[in-house]
């Protein structure tokens, strides 16, 4: 069984900027991509960015230029560096990987 613990999450001004972390733990066999969603109040969940074994990245258009995915795999961690942050980036983040989802960690961009 893998755990996933997400932290960073926070409320920051519009144009701020936050660092998201996922570190996974457990019964950990290789390494997985990872990932991390969003959701927002009322709306459906969305993948907002991934990143393969092998350090290939995507991301949702949405964030593309503000946003970038890293991981540690020696850590078994992921990270979200987000910038340039909007008010319509307020959701709850949830990380993936092996086969499993964290608990979420709110963001809130509020002036």
């Known amino acids: 069984q893998v755990l996933l613990v997400e932290s960073g999450g926070g409320v920051v001004q519009p144009g701020g900027s936050l660092r998201l972390s996922c570190a996974a733990s457990?019964?950990?066999?290789?390494?997985?991509?990872m990932g991390w969603d969003r959701q927002a109040p009322g709306k459906q969940r969305e993948v907002v960015a991934r990143i393969t074994t092998f350090g290939n990245t995507n991301y949702t258009d949405s964030v593309k230029g503000r946003f970038t995915i890293s991981r540690d795999n020696a850590a078994n961690t992921v990270y979200l560096q987000m910038n340039s942050l909007k008010p319509e980036d307020t959701a709850v983040y949830y990380c993936?990987?092996?086969?499993?989802w964290g608990q979420g960690t709110l963001v809130t961009v509020s002036s």
């Open positions: 993936w990987g092996f086969n499993t």
């Open positions: 457990g019964s950990i066999f290789g390494i997985s991509t």
